[in-house]
């Protein structure tokens, strides 16, 4: 009997991590969910056990290398090897850029994109063993147009793009696939906190005329860790309205 898969969820307490943890779940998934903090990680665990979701839930800071190296430890000996990483924790520090201090530039940069880079390496090689992987990183619209008063989080999550298709090549002879989602402005808690006239000058701005749903992430992310994408490497996903077409 074939093992159920393992996919490890970095940033896991947010709307698009928490609706990640919940559709991999429905898919029959061994889901894994990670934050800093253990206080929201507890309260995600069990606002999703309500909802008839069991996951499980590990500490560990994406930032910090040895940090990773102990969640990764930890998970593999209690749960088992990582088959699927998604690479989604990420922050924001916004400011115009002669605003913006070395201190929101390296904490955005080390979380958005060293943190990437930790997360993956702790796993790839245990993929290259096995024979399989797969691995998404949620990059942004705002990685692909740029946006004001974003320099460091657009610098990060278009840093994203080259490491995907990079890596993609490194280890596609090994059954890996490597790919990114880069979504639009989705209607999570943070973005529905945003002042309301703000929320309709966004709005008008896309398309389709609506903000994005946190489950059109999920079903993304479920494609393109299906048996069905396994064409499918170095490749992103835009899901933003129309916003942005290139």
Not at 34 to 63: E, F, P, W, Y
Not at 178 to 195: C, Q, R
Not at 205 to 231: K, M, T
Request: proline content about 2%; some cysteine; charged content about 20%.
């Amino acid at each position: 009997m074939e093992r159920k898969k393992v996919a490890l969820i970095t940033g896991s307490t947010g709307g698009i991590g928490t609706a990640l943890c919940k559709r991999l779940n429905q898919e029959g998934y061994i889901v894994v969910g990670n934050s800093r903090c253990n206080d929201k990680a507890l309260a995600t665990k069990n606002a999703l056990k309500l909802q008839g979701c069991n996951i499980h839930m590990v500490q560990g800071d994406v930032s910090d290398f040895e940090s990773v190296a102990r969640m990764i430890k930890s998970i593999e000996r209690d749960i088992g090897p990582i088959d699927i990483l998604i690479n989604n924790a990420g922050i924001t520090r916004d400011a115009r850029f002669t605003k913006m201090n070395k201190e929101d530039w390296d904490e955005v940069m080390n979380i958005n994109l060293t943190g990437v880079f930790n997360c993956t390496r702790q796993v790839i090689d245990s993929m290259i063993e096995r024979g399989y992987g797969r691995i998404i990183n949620i990059s942004s619209v705002n990685g692909q147009k740029g946006q004001f008063g974003q320099t460091n989080y657009s610098a990060a999550k278009a840093g994203l793009h080259g490491f995907t298709k990079s890596l993609a090549l490194e280890v596609a002879k090994h059954g890996i696939t490597v790919n990114t989602i880069s979504p639009g402005y989705i209607g999570t808690e943070m973005v529905m906190a945003v002042p309301e006239k703000l929320r309709e000058q966004i709005v008008a701005q896309i398309p389709v005329g609506r903000l994005g749903h946190i489950e059109e992430v999920a079903e993304a992310v479920v494609y393109l860790i299906s048996d069905q994408s396994s064409f499918m490497t170095g490749s992103n996903l835009s899901i933003n309205g129309g916003q942005h077409m290139y």
